[in-house]
């Protein structure tokens, strides 16, 4: 499964749910056989085991028996609401339908193998130019459910570098109900440790901000990019609640350790001798040539 791929109708990408960790997991693993060559349909199970998890998560194999079987039948009554427009606006129909109407839980072998709704297919095949896609490898390692769902949300606007959400487009769209109504709780556990995790496990970075309607927070703004690229748009200064992450390759938004070491003025972070890099070839780009 290391070059799987995951495609999504941006209608589900936006829709309103909760899944857990294991059960996104679960999930995300069926998607990523539909195969693209051919019609999906809901009579096809999809089988994934404890081993596959395992081995897709990095976590130990006793941990991803225990939480499959529970998982999986967590996943027979969870419910997903789909709206025909983004972040909720413009509403012109609402569906309210199951992700899959099949489990079967294979005890000897450790495997779980569902069959996709029928209210769902659509949504996972017969896609043209209204999807989502992004390799499953980029949100394996990941350990929340929101990291997973914020992730997706940008992938899904990857060639844009900036998303803005309504707080209470986000609270519907992670299915929250009740929790976490002050603001400040929200930001902490939803989305500071899903930006945190994104920078570290995928292959983008983000940064988020804050925009007040009156006095009240009313929208976060995301901006992102992929690490390796040399052409992404970079944010030009330090955001309240961001954390930037360094890749694997020892690179901060895509640019080497080595050069900011190099180019590092005394007492300067990491962090922040990379931003001033960031800032300082924009302006070079925005000037143009020297004549």
Known sequence: MKDAQIYKA??????????SLYEQRVVLAC?????RDEPLTDQKLYRISAQEIADMSGTQLGTAYQNLKSASERLFERRVTLHTAPNGVGKTKVLLTRWVQTVEYDEGEGAVSLRFGTDMVPYLSQLTEQFTRYALADIAKMSSAHAVRLYEMLAQWRGAGERVASIDWLREAFQLEDRYPNIRDFKRWVIEPAVEQINEHSPLWVKWDQRKTGRRVSHLVFTF???????QKFPTSKKKGSKPKRSPQGALFGIPRAIIEQNARPGESYDDAALRLLDESKRQQ??????
């Open 31 to 35: 998607i990523a056989q539909v195969r």
């Open 10 to 19: 941006n209608a589900l990408v936006e829709a309103s749910y909760r899944l």
């Open 286 to 291: 925005e000037l143009g040539p020297l004549t």
């Open 225 to 231: 990019g992929d690490k390796t690229s040399q052409n």
